[in-house]
């Protein structure tokens, strides 16, 4: 059970500045209420079941079915203006309905020797998602580009994630995982908006006693499937190298010192759900990380 009560806020000095701009009444109606006012009551149920089986040491599988639900927030009903964070113009719908769907997940995980393998599908059907979607209506207002406005809808997901683990000639070991997700609104038959594209990462690691070292092939695939007046963005491979130490420093106490170079080749790409996405701002280039691990707890025992 949820309430919501949220309070209307004119924004005199917008409404001010529109009128003089020449704007229609109806224009200026729409953009001076930074927020909308707002009293409901929300009511709704959740469950889950699931089951875990281990035929033996070797195998484990977990199934999970459940269903859930989530009151929208104060800023899915009630917003109506720039989001700074987010660089766009955002709306929130008073007519939301509670978010409600059924989720069915499963895993599988696989150990023999030095390989170990597991999987985990996922599926989830949404009688009502709730997300945010570019509208393709431009807004007035000073750098706020398109309305975003937050919508319900029919809305299935389904993806999964799978990692194989191999350990060869004593200190290595090779790890691929990849991740994917697919996303359909069954309303309008088109992908939902800000979905993340399948990613890919080959891992080769070499370990000996305290030390370690690492490189990494990370491959992020184009994202085509896009909601309407939705930028598609291009995909990017990026290499990483990075390794660790560990130095005793008495007793069983360690401290640990990592460093790593990311994206050495200085690839430039950009995050298809990062907010600075859509002002054209690219992710990290070549970036040097160094962190420094001191178990403070166990010292002052």
Request: include cysteine; proline fraction near 5%; glycine fraction near 6%.
């Amino acid at each position: 059970y949820g309430y919501m009560n949220i309070s209307s806020h004119e924004d005199t000095y917008l409404a001010d500045y529109l009128r003089k701009q020449g704007y229609d009444p109806e224009q200026i109606d729409f953009y001076k209420w930074n927020s909308h006012s707002v009293n409901k009551h929300y009511g709704d149920y959740s469950l889950s079941l699931g089951l875990v089986w281990t035929p033996s040491d070797k195998h484990l599988v977990k199934v999970n079915i459940g269903r859930s639900f989530r009151l929208p927030g104060a800023n899915e009903l009630a917003a109506n203006g720039v989001h700074h964070g987010t660089f766009r113009h955002e709306q929130g719908d008073a007519n939301l309905k509670s978010e409600q769907g059924w989720q069915l997940d499963a895993s599988y995980h696989l150990k023999y020797r030095g390989i170990s393998f597991s999987v985990s599908p996922f599926v989830s059907w949404f009688s009502n998602y709730i997300f945010l979607r570019p509208t393709g209506e431009w807004s007035v207002l000073p750098h706020a580009g398109q309305i975003y406005r937050y919508t319900g809808a029919e809305a299935l997901f389904a993806g999964t994630e799978a990692t194989v683990d191999v350990d060869f000639l004593r200190n290595f070991n090779y790890r691929i995982s990849a991740e994917y997700v697919y996303t359909y609104n069954c309303d309008e038959h088109i992908p939902l908006s800000f979905s993340p594209p399948p990613v890919m990462r080959n891992t080769l690691t070499w370990q000996k006693n305290r030390y370690m070292l690492y490189a990494e092939w990370q491959s992020i695939a184009r994202q085509n499937r896009v909601d309407r007046n939705e930028d598609r963005t291009a995909g990017a491979n990026l290499f990483h190298l990075g390794g660790s130490l560990n130095i005793p420093i008495g007793g069983n106490n360690e401290i640990e010192i990592t460093l790593t170079a990311r994206n050495i080749f200085d690839t430039r790409y950009y995050n298809h759900l990062s907010f600075y996405r859509k002002v054209e701002i690219p992710e990290p280039g070549r970036n040097f990380q160094i962190l420094i691990k001191v178990p403070f707890k166990k010292l002052l025992k």
